[in-house]
T-cell receptor, first 116, second 115 residues
Framework: AQSVTQLGSHVSVSEGALVLLRCNYS??????LFWYVQYPNQGLQLLLK??????LVKGINGFEAEFKKSETSFHLTKPSAHMSDAAEYFC??????????????FGEGTQLTVNP | DTEVTQTPKHLVMGMTNKKSLKCEQH?????MYWYKQKAKKPPELMFV???????INESVPSRFSPECPNSSLLNLHLHALQPEDSALYLC??????????????FGSGTRLTVV
């Protein structure tokens, strides 16, 4: 079974600083990986996805993530944090395939706080 | 239209009430999902519908009853709920359940409180 682990349930950065949210995956097959963001009292919005086309994936709102097979990682980064980036971030993997259907399962989430 | 629309946004119901949550998408997606999210936790899969047929029930209690009347609409019927069922209920859709390439599009959720 495929799974993801997010390191750090809370991350705090200053406005303008680098944002780094960590995600490691466990998979015996090439994984399909996603980052979602959830603002308070809202649903989940897709930030970016890795589907094996390119190892460096650019997403919305200035975020990007790099797939590193050697490290089984898919960390999310943003060069300069903005106050509006404060939210819960979920790394996710789709399990299953053509014969068994897909299941999108999530890591435990990382709460990002941006300090002025 | 690239949205999943959920109604109502908020719902308060008593333990003896019957209510329904509604989810709608017009993206031509053939898979739809219900997730439950408790506070400070990730969403957990409840049901999967693929081509309007129930494909996965993740051992959800029978007081939750899903329904997919057509390819654009997904309902979740609620009856005799317990206070611990209070949560954010999220609906999602994807182009095709069988292909992992497609991510899921989520609605904004229904915040359910059982009193």
């Amino acid at each position: 079974a495929q799974s993801v682990t997010q390191l750090g349930s809370h991350v705090s950065v200053s406005e303008g600083a680098l944002v780094l949210l960590r995600c490691n995956y466990s998979s015996s097959v090439p994984p399909y990986l996603f980052w979602y963001v959830q603002y308070p009292n809202q649903g989940l919005q897709l930030l970016l996805k890795y589907t094996s086309a390119a190892t460096l994936v650019k997403g919305i709102n200035g975020f990007e993530a790099e797939f590193k097979k050697s490290e089984t990682s898919f960390h999310l980064t943003k060069p300069s944090a903005h106050m509006s980036d404060a939210a819960e971030y979920f790394c996710a993997v789709i399990q299953g395939g053509e014969t068994s259907g897909s299941r999108l399962t999530f890591g435990e989430g990382t709460q990002l706080t941006v300090n002025p | 239209d690239t949205e999943v629309t959920q109604t109502p946004k908020h719902l308060v119901m008593g333990m003896t009430n019957k209510k329904s949550l509604k989810c709608e998408q017009h993206m031509g997606h053939r898979a739809m999902y219900w997730y439950k999210q408790k506070a400070k936790k990730p969403p957990e899969l409840m049901f999967v519908y693929s081509y309007e047929k129930l494909s996965i029930n993740e051992s959800v209690p029978s007081r939750f009853s899903p329904e997919c009347p057509n390819s654009s609409l997904l309902n979740l019927h609620l009856h005799a709920l317990q206070p611990e069922d209070s949560a954010l209920y999220l609906c999602a859709s994807s182009q095709d359940w069988g292909h992992r390439y497609y991510g899921y599009t989520f609605g904004s959720g229904t915040r359910l409180t059982v009193v």
